[in-house]
């Protein structure tokens, strides 16, 4: 357990970049280097955490976590992953974004943002060959991509996923399966239900109102925005409301831990029970959907045409990481020609010369420093 918790720990401390950056950084680790899980068990585990609400990446760590070692295993990828976001964010509620002011930050961010676009285009391409070998599937990872350009929400992402998922089942033949597929774990999906309705009716409703949010939501941390705005939104000022986002996208890890920042400040008199109950409430509801399903999910891929559907699925996610690589990975990060060579760069000493992240960091915020500097 400890080693799965520092490993997680680490990442989430070089997790920049939102989801797309942090699957490439769990691929690259924990499939590429350590050999965790095969390229087709991190296949699978993706294309259930697409179709969940929730933060994806952090349930792909979760159940990468599990897989490993059981439910210890996935709380400890779980509480590794978030406590830098965590304490970072509840920090910068208390300090009122004093960390935003000091003259090197927007030049360490603008770095860390480089690493993020480096890991995202190495996900990009590895995945694009592992997932996307097939004509079907190169062109769901084209139209996926194409379509989120042309018309980028949630409302499309899901949509072509679904797409995707049923022109490969479609396509499959329908051989029988070696046997039923497995239920759902009852009592996970029982929990899932009875957190929704026990807490309001005990007065618990800093952690209801969050719960409720992390139910609802799909497609990450851009999407959680509108719903905490409706939920939690008015009990504070529009401008720390919208400070909170802006932190989020800043600081490493889920941006789901803008959770932790509003329920820090919603609960002045204890900030830090505050924003651990936002925290649990917001991811809470994934993991619990995520242990329900798995059993249910693994049987139905003992199905051919679920097979294949989970194939062309992963192949749209491939599309969702290249429509990612562009808005809001690459316009973040590139500001001119010297930024997109120290991309070109770090993706080769990445790649080619297998140099690790901390000193391929180091060495991008370095750079990057001197040329804007």
């Known amino acids: 357990m400890p080693l799965i918790f520092f490993r997680f720990l680490w990442l989430g401390c070089l997790g920049f970049g939102g989801p797309a950056a942090h699957i490439g950084l769990f691929r690259q680790t924990f499939v590429e280097r350590l050999g965790w899980l095969s390229q087709e068990q991190f296949a699978h585990q993706l294309a259930l955490c697409q179709f969940l ?36 964010m509840v920090s910068l509620a208390l300090l009122g974004g004093a960390l935003l002011e000091q003259a090197w930050f927007p030049l360490l961010v603008h770095g860390l943002k480089l690493l993020a676009l480096v890991v995202v285009m190495d996900a990009v391409l590895a995945m694009g060959r592992q997932f996307c070998t097939t004509l079907l599937h190169q062109g769901c990872m084209v139209m996926t991509a194409a379509l989120l350009w042309l018309l980028p929400g949630l409302v499309t992402q899901f949509a072509m996923l679904l797409l995707c998922a049923l022109v490969g089942g479609w396509r499959a033949s329908a051989e029988p399966a070696p046997h039923t597929p497995g239920a759902p774990a009852w009592g996970w999906l029982a929990a899932f239900f009875l957190l929704l309705l026990l807490p309001p009716l005990l007065g618990q409703q800093l952690f209801a109102d969050f719960y409720l949010t992390g139910s609802l939501v799909f497609g990450g941390g851009h999407v959680v925005l509108p719903l905490l705005q409706q939920t939690v939104g008015s009990q504070l000022g529009e401008a720390q409301f919208l400070s909170g986002y802006a932190l989020a996208q800043l600081v490493p890890g889920p941006m789901f831990t803008l959770a932790s920042y509003l329920g820090a400040l919603a609960n002045p008199a204890h900030p830090w029970l ?6 649990l409430g917001v991811f809470l509801p994934g993991f619990l959907l995520l242990l329900a399903l798995t059993p249910l999910w693994h049987g139905l891929l003992s199905r ?16 969702l990481l290249l429509a990612a690589l562009y808005q809001p990975v690459f316009t973040s990060a590139v500001r001119a020609a ?36």
């Open 274 to 279: 505050g924003a651990l109950l936002a925290t």
């Open 338 to 373: 010297p930024d997109l060579a120290l991309a070109a760069l770090g993706w080769f000493a990445l790649r080619a010369m297998k140099v690790p992240l901390l000193p391929l960091a180091a060495g991008l915020v370095t750079l990057s420093a001197l040329l804007h500097g």
């Open 53 to 88: 609400p929730g933060p994806a990446s952090s349930q792909l760590g979760f159940a990468i976590g599990r897989q490993r070692a059981g439910l210890p295993g996935a709380l400890a990828a779980f509480i590794g992953f978030t406590l830098p976001s965590f304490i970072l």
């Open 304 to 319: 051919p045409r679920w097979r294949a559907a989970s194939a062309a699925l992963n192949a749209s996610v491939v599309g």
